[in-house]
């Protein structure tokens, strides 16, 4: 594409630079001297490094002005900042985010289909899994003195999982000061998981197991509600699902045994 082109059936016709932008970048923002675009940056540069350019348009120049005006008449909008593709608007940093994570979703390479996890997210996932496993059919075969020390292994590290599970939103937040979790901040949901793990491992045995069995599938629904839309690894959320799956089941037979006892 040339600055010299017509674009696309149904792209509006940019200003001049925003045009010259979208030769050499994927995405860019249009902001004016005042704009706030701290967020929005963190964001584009944890999912689009190298491929996003800002323009920065002062009102106090008449060229600018100009500018602006023409790109208010090829979109409608009329707030800065305003982020442009080459397939056209994309619109404010609500937009923008929503955009990267479907872009992110619907990418597609040579390796595995889509939606399949990197092999690095199944091998760690998986590996997490085993001293689910491991403690959670142990409890069965042990002798007593060693069937309670399974038992509240496997309640410890379903605490620790849990508190790993939470931190996963302090990253994100990191890289977009934006994120959300409901009607919660991202660092204040990032420590409940954790809070919660604490206190259930403070109860006795069956008690502390059922209660973590729950707490699992509540995060789960809580992790697919708020990050559904971002971009994240492939597959993560279904892999989430296996892994989640698993530890329940495990902390559920935990559960069992001590009802058998």
Known sequence: MSTNEKPAAGVPEWPAEVREALVTHEIVGITSGLSDFRDAEALLQATAPG??????????????????????QATGASVLPLFISREGVI???????????HRALQ???????????????????FGGLLPFAFLGMGAWMAQP?????????????????????????????????????????????????????????????????MTLTVLFLGVLWVDRLSLQRRALPRGYLGLRLILTAGAMLALASGFAVTLAA
């Open 91 to 101: 619109g404010g940093l609500p937009e923008l985010r929503e955009y990267l994570g």
């Open 145 to 209: 003195e060693w069937q309670a020390f399974a038992l509240e292994a496997l309640a410890l590290y379903g605490a620790v999982i849990l508190s790993f599970l939470g931190a996963i939103h302090w990253g994100i937040y990191l890289a977009d000061r934006q994120h959300r979790v409901g009607p919660l901040s991202a660092p204040v949901w990032a420590v409940v998981p954790s809070i919660l793990a604490w206190l259930a491992v403070l109860q006795p045995l069956p008690e502390a197991l």
């Open 51 to 72: 491929r996003w350019q800002r323009l920065e348009w002062g009102m106090g120049s008449a060229h600018n002005r100009e500018q602006f005006h023409a790109l208010q």
């Open 107 to 125: 990418a597609r390479g040579d390796g595995p289909r889509p939606d399949a996890p990197s092999p690095a997210l199944q091998v760690l996932g």
